[in-house]
């Protein structure tokens, strides 16, 4: 689960002699200078000068028009909706320690256990639901708008799965945001600023790499940050030039695995035959989980 990665991080920050957090900042304004990026914040008087800015703030980031552009995100016409479930309350039947996906017309289902197994991640992704693009990634949703959009996204697929879908009381609702994938090191540092995650290079969840790409960020930001003999504006190019083409291939992956989840008519039938013949190698992707 994501809280015990959070978790996880926060500890090992305890034992840091070298690390300040200063909790609750927002972010006003970045300007670069000749010797550091002045920062001023929201909620306090003081200027921060710094020797290096590195943007990790999300779709909506405020650090990013300093490297590549103010463009807005777009909406992408996908919406996700998530339920955790207490396992003791299931059938037996989906109390597997496995990870289990559904492909349907314009939509997939995923479900696997999370917090040690105490519960089930339930996750539906569906095109075109009913409402507004929101900016906001976690959006509450009335039991009834969620009856409604799933109802309605899902009326043709087996029992089972609405069943299980059903048994989710509270949903989270977020609207899916993308940008095209990153074409070239320059939008990922610019002089002495530099960006990860998805202030970076977002990506639709469906090779389910967004965060597993932030953390790899962060692995080659540290090993370039060592080159003390390199200027800050060298260890930072040095990190773009590493890391934007395996990132741009995994935002392209992520779409393309979209279309395939969600296909239709005989493109559907075109997985569905690769899938029974290819089985597990399909999702055997060296490139991806070998670095």
Known sequence: ??????????????????????LNHRLQTAT????????RFENSQAVVH????LGADGLHSRVRPLVCGDETP????????RALLPMQDLPLVWRKPQIGMWLGPALHVVHYPVKGGEWL????????????????????????QTAADLQRA???????LQDLVSMALLWRAWCLFDRPPVHS??????????????????????????????????????????????????????????????????????????????????LSVARNTAMALGGAKLMDMPWLYGG
Request: with cysteine.
């Open 185 to 266: 090191a320059a939008q990922l540092a610019r002089g002495k600023v530099a960006l990860l995650g998805d202030a970076a290079h977002p990506m639709l969840p469906y090779l389910a790499q967004g965060a597993g790409m932030a953390i790899e960020d962060a692995a080659q930001l540290a090993a370039q940050w060592q080159l003390a003999h390199l200027s800050v504006e060298e260890r930072l190019q040095r990190y773009a030039q590493v890391r934007w083409q395996r990132v741009a291939k995994v935002q392209q992956r992520a779409r393309r695995n979209g279309k395939v989840f969600h296909a239709q008519g005989w």
């Open 32 to 39: 670069h200078t000749a010797q550091s990026v002045e920062l």
């Open 154 to 160: 899902m009326n043709t697929c087996c029992r089972e």
């Open 1 to 22: 689960h994501r809280a015990d990665l959070h978790d996880c991080l926060w500890q090992a920050l305890q034992g840091q002699s070298s690390v300040a957090l200063a």
């Open 50 to 53: 710094a020797q290096a800015l």
């Open 121 to 144: 991640n339930l996750v539906v992704l569906v095109e075109a639901a009913d409402g507004a693009a929101t900016a906001g990634w976690d959006v509450a949703r009335t039991p009834a």
């Open 74 to 81: 777009v909406a992408s016409g996908h919406w996700a909706y």
